[in-house]
C-alpha cells in the first residue's frame, strides 16, 4: 500500500462520509477522532472506527486513524481502532521517541487483543511541537513501526506546527521551506521511508493554491499528501502521478542505457545529458508508479 499518495480527513463521527470519501478515490481515509470532533461526540466517533475501517478495507483504501495526543485514554483509543485494515495510528502532537515507543508497546497488545497481524499497525508521528519537530529523527527511529513523519505545509491561515515553530505562514511559503525539508530528511535519515504532508491553511475552493502546495511538498520530497476537502484529493492523485512526458523519457532513458551496457559502457548521453548507474533507480521507481496508475 505504501507509498501512499492521498490521504482524506474525515471526522469519525460522521458516519456516512466515508462512503463519499471512498467515491474521489484517495489512497487513505484519516479517520479523526481528535481536532474535527466535538467533544461530545468522541464516543460516538470511536464506535464508529470499526465499521469505519471494515468499509475502507472492503474499497481497497487505506485507513489511518488520528487519535487523541497520548494520555490515559489512549489505551481505550487504541482498542477502538485497531482491527483488520487499520493501516497506520496518527498521534498528534509528539514530543518525544518515548511516546511513540509507548503507543509502539499499545499496538502490540492490541494487535493481540484483535488477533491483528503483529506490527501491521503503522505509526504516522504529527510532530506538533517544538520539541517534537527538533527530533523528528528520533521520532522516525523510535519504532519500526513508523512508517514516515506527517509534516504540514500550510497557506495563509497557519495551524499547529506555525504556533509551535513561531512562523508566520504566507503565500509564497519560503518560512516553511526549512521545517518542511527538516521533516522529509530526519523521516528518511531515520528508516521512515514515506514522509507526509498535510495541506493546511488555504480556502477549500482555491484550488490552484492548493495544488501549488501539494506541488511544493511533492518536490521537497514528500511522498504523499493527506488534505482536508474531496475536491484536492484528485489533485494530489494527479500532482502525484507520473506525466506522460516523464514516463517517455525514463523509458527512452532506460532503452538507452541498456544499449550502452551491451556495448560495455557504464554511462550514456541521452538527450544532452551524461547518464550513469546513478540514474537508474529513479528511472525505474517512476516507471513502477506510472504502472501502478494504469
Not at 520539541?131 to 513508523?146: C, F, H, K, P, W
Not at 514515506?194 to 511522498?223: C, H, N, S
Request: avoid cysteine.
Amino acid at each position: 500500500m505504501w507509498p501512499i499518495r492521498s490521504a482524506l480527513f474525515v471526522p469519525a463521527h460522521r458516519r456516512d462520509w466515508v462512503a463519499k470519501a471512498i467515491r474521489v478515490s484517495p489512497g487513505a481515509v484519516v479517520l479523526d477522532i481528535e481536532d474535527s470532533v466535538p467533544p461530545q461526540f468522541k464516543p460516538q466517533a470511536m464506535d464508529h472506527l470499526k465499521s469505519e475501517i471494515a468499509e475502507l478495507r472492503e474499497a481497497g483504501v487505506g485507513a489511518f486513524v488520528r487519535i487523541q495526543p497520548l494520555h490515559d485514554g489512549t489505551v481505550a483509543e487504541i482498542a477502538a481502532a485497531v482491527t483488520d485494515g487499520l493501516t497506520a495510528i496518527v498521534p498528534p502532537k509528539v514530543a518525544s521517541p518515548d511516546e511513540i515507543r509507548r503507543l509502539h508497546d499499545l499496538l502490540s497488545y492490541a494487535e493481540g487483543r484483535a488477533s491483528v497481524a503483529h506490527g501491521s499497525v503503522g505509526i504516522l508521528p504529527l510532530p506538533e511541537t517544538a520539541q517534537g519537530m527538533y527530533d523528528a529523527y528520533g521520532l522516525a527511529r523510535a519504532s519500526t513501526r513508523v512508517r514516515g513523519i506527517h509534516g504540514a505545509l500550510s497557506g495563509p491561515v497557519s495551524g499547529d506546527f506555525a504556533r509551535a515553530f513561531g512562523f508566520r505562514a504566507t503565500a509564497g511559503g519560503e518560512e516553511q521551506l526549512y521545517l518542511a525539508s527538516k521533516m522529509v530528511l530526519d523521516s528518511r535519515a531515520g528508516g521512515a521511508m514515506y514522509p507526509i504532508a498535510g495541506i493546511f491553511g488555504t480556502p477549500q475552493d482555491d484550488l490552484p493554491a492548493v495544488e501549488k502546495l501539494i506541488r511544493r511538498a511533492r518536490d521537497i520530497g514528500y511522498t504523499g499528501v493527506a488534505v482536508m476537502h474531496p475536491t484536492h484529493v484528485p489533485i494530489a492523485n494527479a500532482v502525484f502521478r507520473p506525466t506522460p512526458e516523464e514516463v517517455a523519457y525514463f523509458t527512452g532513458l532506460l532503452a538507452a542505457f541498456e544499449a550502452a551496457e551491451k556495448a560495455g559502457l557504464g554511462a550514456v548521453s541521452y538527450q544532452g545529458a551524461m547518464v550513469d548507474y546513478a540514474m537508474l533507480p529513479l528511472a525505474r521507481e517512476v516507471l513502477a508508479e506510472a504502472a501502478r496508475n494504469r
